[in-house]
């Protein structure tokens, strides 16, 4: 029952841009806090970004150390869906992108998300 189905990646050149949406559903999408996640075959799943569901729930909009600048995520809850922006990519950045929602906290834990989606591939080419 829920979902999320991300959207958005492709192939891209270095310098350029896409934009990862993430539509959710079977859950009260606007009370929970949404995370960007991605992972390469062979390497760890990483955190990359995460937005509270609201600012008086505690938490803050926090990137990881190599997107800061260049990604921005955002939401829209009247569309049930999370966003990010992802601008001068890099072949660093060249993965398999997941959202993932969180009832208790905006962090970078992976372990604490209850609900992935199936991932979209960004491919970035130099």
């Known amino acids: 029952q829920v979902q999320l189905v991300e959207s958005g990646g492709g192939l891209v050149q270095a310098g350029g841009s896409l934009r990862l949406a993430c539509v959710a559903s079977?859950?009260?999408?606007?009370?929970?806090?949404m995370g960007w996640f991605r992972q390469t075959p062979g390497k760890e799943r990483e955190f990359v970004a995460v937005?509270?569901?609201?600012?008086?729930?505690?938490?803050?909009?926090t990137y990881a150390d190599s997107v800061k600048g260049r990604f921005t995520i955002s939401r829209d809850n009247f569309k049930n869906t999370a966003y990010l922006q992802m601008n001068n990519l890099r072949p660093e950045d060249m993965a398999t992108y997941y959202c993932?929602?969180?009832?208790?906290?905006?962090?970078?834990?992976?372990?604490?998300?209850?609900?992935w989606g199936q991932g979209t591939q960004v491919t970035v080419a130099s």
């Open positions: 079977g859950f009260p999408f606007s009370i929970f806090h």
């Open positions: 937005i509270p569901w609201s600012v008086s729930s505690g938490g803050r909009t």
């Open positions: 993932a929602a969180n009832k208790w906290e905006a962090t970078a834990d992976q372990f604490t998300y209850s609900y």
